[in-house]
C-alpha cells in the first residue's frame, strides 16, 4: 500500500509538472520531461524482449524510426494532396497516424522476428542489427522523403481538437501513452504468458522439452515489443516535428539499451528511471560543455560499478514486475 500510495504522488508531480516548471521560471523542462517519456517508452518496449525475454537485439530502433516515418510520410501526402503509394490517402489526424504507426512496427517487426528468431545468440545480435541498418539505409535514399537529410513535419497531427504545439499538451500526451504502456507490460509480465516468456529466458530447452512452443511465444512478444517502439517513434515526430534516418541508427538502439541496463533490467520502472538519467545528464551537462560526452561516460561506467542492477536497485523490488 505503501508503494502504491509512492507511485500515485510520483503519478500526479509528473501530471503537475509543466505547472511546476512554469511557476519556477523553467519552461524548458516540459520539453525535456517529453523527451524522456518518449525515450522510456522506446526503452520499456526493448526491456520486454531484453529483460524478460533474454533477446538482445540490436535493431531496435528501426521500429521507432518506422513509427516516426509513418506519421511523417502520411504528414507529407496529406499536403501535397497525392495517395501514398497512389492507393493511400495522407492524413494529418493522429487518431489514423497513430495506429498506422503501430500497425507499420508490428508488420515490420513481425517479418523480421521470423526470420531473427531463427538464430540465437551472436547470430540474432548480428541478423537484428543487419536488418535495422537494411532499413536505415532504405530511408537514407528514399531522396522524396528528404534522404539523409530527413523530413519535416511542419505542424504536428490533429489531435480531437487539442493543440499539439503546445508544450504541455504533447508532454501530458507522450506521458499518458507512458503510463498506459507501463500497465499493459506488468499485465502481461505477471499474466501465464510473461511467465513463460521468462521460463524460456531462463532456459528455453527445458520449456520446449514440455511441449511449450518457445519460437511462437518469442515471436509475439518481439511483435508487442516493436508496436510499443513505432508508438514511441509516432510521439517523437509529433514533438520534434523533423523526422530522419538517424532515428533507426544502430546508434539508437544501443541508446535505447544503455537506459534498460541504467535503470535496471528486468524492471517496469527502470527503463523510465534509465531515460531520464540518460536524458537529464545529456542536458545538463550539454549545459555547461560542448565535450559533455567526455563527462557523461565515467559517470555512467561509476553507476554500472556500483548499482550492478540499475537505478532501480536503490528501490528494493519496487517496478519489478513480479510482485
Known sequence: MRERVVLALLLVAAIALPWIAEALGTPATTGVATRIAIYAIAAASLNLILGYGGLVSLGHAAYFGLGGYTVGILWAHSRSGEPFLGIIPGTAELLITFPAALLVGGVSAAIIGALSLRTSGVQFIMITLAFAQMVFFLFVSLAVYGGDDGLMVRRPNELLGLDLRDPATMYWLALGTLVFWLWLMGRIVRSRFGRVLEGVRQNERRMAAIGVPTYAYKLVAFTISGMACAA??????????????????????????????????????GPVLGAAALVGLEYTLSGFTEHWKFILGPILIVIVLFGRKGLMSLFGRWGSGRG
Open 232 to 269: 514511441a517513434g509516432a510521439l517523437w515526430a509529433n514533438y520534434a516535428r523533423f523526422v530522419s534516418p538517424d532515428m533507426m541508427h544502430w546508434t539508437k538502439s544501443g541508446e535505447f539499451m544503455v537506459m534498460v541496463i541504467l535503470g535496471g533490467i528486468s524492471t517496469l520502472l
